[in-house]
């Protein structure tokens, strides 16, 4: 084993932080012993906050209407071919209802930023999950809104919000957007959301077009200043009708150790095992747990519209229904050793 890599991986452990010298030192070349060392490290590092157990959080794609064009994400407006949906009401609750019939306590509602959904409409839906489910949390991650707006749908009983950065360098985030969208105003948002009182989540995706290490770097140094009590990650994958079709996909290996340097650097943090890392690698989801994840987000969309959520190509658990799924994911967890956990699986600060 390199002694250096160990070091590096023993430093951040027990600093918690990390230079730009570490982490291409961590990304870089190193051997399968090396790469195991720091994913244990990570693992140990997860069991002392979490005890092998794994949350689960039931995804509701409610809408693939949106009204930006982000250049990688196979809902963008742009895109002509996708075939739009929109859930009502009725049918959110009634994910909701057969998630908690299969024991999830956490809804996570996600889609395109929809106009049609207007703050009215999203507190009635939040308002409605949580006096049916009161014993169970609700995130949203319905994208980019003001202030005012978050605060209504925290008032409605939200807990959570998910909110991936993207990108905390603005060149490299000018890159991936049109120019209309801005990197500050996303910051803002996740500064606003956490003033607000929300157990808030911030993310990238690993290997999107343009990214450095000098990239990740920044959006670690972003993390450490917003401390997030959730970070989620997945590999960039191509979507054949967005502009980055013939970009090549992130990679599951860096990935992998972008988990466990992450679980190094925030033992607290929540930290999911991506639906797009399983699709990169059949066994992705494994193997982010076994580097330090500890959430898995099945799907509770209805099978009629599951396929029609693409934001990227080849996207798995596309034709199986949520208890297929709840069956699947509760084996695979328990094969490498891991239980599903019947809480709500607050960050540890807010339990
Ligand atoms: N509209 C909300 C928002 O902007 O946060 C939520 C939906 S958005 C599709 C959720 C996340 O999907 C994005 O933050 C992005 O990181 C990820 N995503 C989009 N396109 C992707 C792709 N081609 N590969 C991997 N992840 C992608
Ligand atoms: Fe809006 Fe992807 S461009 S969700």
Redesign the pocket.
């Known amino acids: 084993m390199s002694d250096e890599y160990k070091k590096t991986a023993d430093a951040v452990r027990r600093e918690r932080s990390i230079t730009r010298e570490q982490l291409a030192c961590l990304l870089g070349q190193a051997s399968s012993r090396d790469e195991e060392y720091l994913f244990a490290a990570a693992r140990e590092t997860a069991e002392t906050v979490f005890h092998k157990q794994v949350y689960l959080r039931g995804l509701v794609e409610f809408t693939n209407y949106?009204k930006?064009d982000?250049y990688?994400?196979?809902?963008r407006c742009g895109n002509r071919a996708a075939e739009r949906y929109r859930l009502t009401e009725e049918e959110i609750l009634s994910c909701c209802d057969s998630g908690a019939e299969l024991g999830f306590r956490t809804f996570v509602l996600?889609?395109?930023?929809d106009p049609y959904y207007t703050d009215e409409r999203v507190c009635s839906i939040v308002r409605a999950i949580k006096e049916r489910h009161p014993d169970c949390a609700v995130t949203l991650?319905?994208?980019?809104k003001s202030y005012e707006s978050y605060k209504k749908y925290y008032d409605a009983g939200a807990d959570r919000y998910?909110?991936?950065h993207?990108t905390a360098d603005e060149e490299h985030y000018a890159k991936l957007h049109p120019a209309v969208m801005s990197g500050a105003y996303r910051k803002q948002c996740l500064r606003d959301l956490k003033a607000i009182g929300y157990q808030v989540g911030c993310?990238?995706?690993v290997g999107s077009p343009f990214q450095t290490i000098d990239t990740i770097c920044e959006d670690l140094v972003f993390m450490q200043e917003l401390q997030p009590h959730m970070i989620?990650i997945?590999?960039?994958?191509?979507?054949k009708d967005?502009p980055?079709r013939d970009e090549p996909n992130?990679s599951v290996e860096t990935t992998l150790r972008l988990l466990a340097i992450l679980r190094l650097m925030f033992p607290k943090v929540l930290l999911p095992a991506t639906t797009?890392l399983g699709t990169a690698d059949a066994l992705g989801r494994e193997k982010g747990i076994l580097a330090g994840a500890n959430v898995l987000m099945p799907n509770l969309s209805p099978v009629s519209v599951r396929g029609k959520y693409l934001?990227?190509d080849g996207k798995i658990c596309t034709g199986e229904e949520a208890a297929e799924c709840n069956v699947c994911l509760r084996n695979r967890i328990e094969r490498i050793g891991y239980r599903v956990a019947d809480s709500r699986g607050d960050h540890p600060d807010f339990a």
């Open positions: 949106c930006n982000c990688y994400c196979g809902i996600q889609g395109g930023e991650s319905i994208g980019e998910l909110l991936r993207e993310g990238i995706m989620g997945g590999p960039f994958l191509a979507h967005t980055f992130g797009a934001l990227y």
